[in-house]
């Protein structure tokens, strides 16, 4: 048999705090309910059985209410060890559980303790909501400070509530456009959709693509059909993470939030410490070495070198390719060789490359002289920089010079034997001669 109710409907929004409502509440039944308590909540269930009904007419939105377990004597529990029941129905007939309340499930009810039981999942169809007493084995519960809010009566559709994946490095953009489609029905007014601060959304895509603050989607006879909107990250924005959120609203509906995801990737640089072209000088047929120090940071992929040029086969490198690990390459050293086969001037271009930074751009200037007993070229020198000093290997005696980058001579002395340390306050590209000895380093 369904319950009869022969009060009315509640209308919404319905709040009610009272005891047994008796005949006094449109919409409001009890079933077998104890004696009321003095305060809220004051409902009491004190048998399997015991209910208390809501009737009301409208779409429901969200329901809280208070409840109470008082153990009865001796009871240790922790929790309600019973089973307590929210249930909703459409007809007063069938009745679906919203909400159990155990040892196991719902929320703990621990005795003597109030908690408020917020819900916002109710069936839209729902017009029947039942607290019911369904196992009693100890104590009884108390209900009250019944809320029940008035629920939206138009109703939004968006195929996605997250999109993800805007891109652009800085200095670009915008982003790719990405696309949601958006509609309604038994809507009391137009879908108005707003865009959040850092992104734009426009009706047409690529070269119709028109930015546009909010757009309004026109309903007709209550309803918007499915419509696609576009939208991406505004150009020009510095690098960094967007996260924000576009808005779907209209008039008696629930606001969408499309939460939106997307990053501006920093400018990828490449730097070159010794700024001057590298100038190389020997006599046919012997090497001359000269190390760069390059670094990178925000890279895509990773650092390529390559030299071109008609005399490109007479210069090389130690290495082609310089690793990037997270964007960054650390200062690395690259060695170029100049080996010369015939007498005379010679060039070539460095480049330094990676996609999405500006390229370093060196001309790499070669001499060769006639093989001479007095043009025979200085050995290479392997200098250090350690703390504020460089570090070299000599023999006792040696004739030590160092010089910067402008050839002004910075310190001259004779070198120990073994290894030599010389603090420089200088900073920068530094040429040390050893003897006949020359290495270049970087302090």
């Known amino acids: 048999m369904p319950d009869v109710f022969v009060r009315g409907q509640a209308t919404l929004p319905f709040v009610y705090d009272g005891g047994a409502p008796g005949s006094a509440v449109p919409g409001l039944t009890s079933i077998g309910l104890g004696a009321d308590v003095t305060s809220s909540p004051k409902m009491k269930f004190s048998t399997t059985g015991n209910a208390v009904i809501l009737n009301f007419s409208g779409i429901p939105g969200t329901l809280s209410f208070n409840l ?10 922790s929790r309600f060890p019973g089973d307590f029941t929210l249930q909703q129905s459409a007809d007063g007939v069938t009745y679906t559980t919203v909400q159990l309340y155990n040892n196991t499930t719902g929320t703990a009810l621990a005795t003597g303790s109030i908690v408020t039981e917020p819900f916002t999942n109710l069936l839209t169809t729902s017009r029947f909501l039942k607290w019911v ?5 100890n104590g009884n519960i108390y209900l009250g400070a019944i809320n029940l809010a008035q629920g939206y009566t138009s109703f939004l559709t968006v195929s996605s509530n997250t999109i993800s994946g805007f891109t652009y490095v800085a200095t670009n953009g ?3 456009e990405k696309s949601v489609t958006i509609g309604g029905n038994s809507l009391a007014d137009n879908i108005v959709v707003t865009p959040p601060a850092d992104y734009e959304i426009s009706t047409g895509t690529g070269p119709a ?4 603050n909010p757009i309004t989607l026109t309903q007709s006879g209550g309803s918007v059909s499915a419509t696609s909107i576009y939208t991406r990250l505004k150009q ?17 509906a629930n606001t969408s939030l499309i939460a939106c995801s997307g990053t501006v990737i920093p400018n990828p640089s490449i730097t070159l410490i010794d700024i001057t072209d590298p100038a190389l000088a020997t006599v046919k047929g012997t090497p001359v070495s000269q190390t760069l120090n390059v670094s990178g940071v925000n890279l895509n ?13 007479l210069f090389s490198l130690s290495q082609y390719t310089v690793t990037q690990t997270g964007g960054n390459v650390p200062n690395t050293f690259v060695t170029i060789t100049y080996l010369p086969t ?15 930074a500006m390229a370093v751009v060196r001309t790499l200037n070669g001499t060769a002289a006639v093989t001479t007993d007095v043009n025979v070229p200085a050995a290479s020198l392997i200098v250090t920089a350690v703390d504020g000093s460089v570090l070299f290997n000599a023999t006792a005696g040696e004739s030590v010079e160092i010089f910067n980058s402008i050839g002004q001579k910075l310190v001259k002395q004779l070198a ?3 290894q030599n340390t010389i603090p420089l306050t200088a900073h920068g590209v530094l040429l040390v001669k050893v003897g006949s000895r020359i290495g270049k380093v970087i302090l």
């Open 68 to 77: 109470k377990w008082i153990a009865g004597t001796g009871n240790t529990a």
């Open 133 to 137: 007493y369904t196992t009693r084995t």
């Open 174 to 176: 915008p982003s790719v």
């Open 209 to 212: 693509f028109v930015a546009t």
């Open 236 to 252: 020009g924005l510095a690098a960094g993470n967007y996260n924000e959120n576009i808005s779907v609203a209209s008039l008696n």
């Open 301 to 313: 992929v990773d650092l390529g070198l390559a030299i071109t040029g008609v005399d490109a086969s």
């Open 342 to 356: 015939s007498v005379g001037n010679n060039t070539a271009t460095l480049t330094m490359s990676s996609t999405g």
């Open 416 to 418: 120990v034997e073994g």
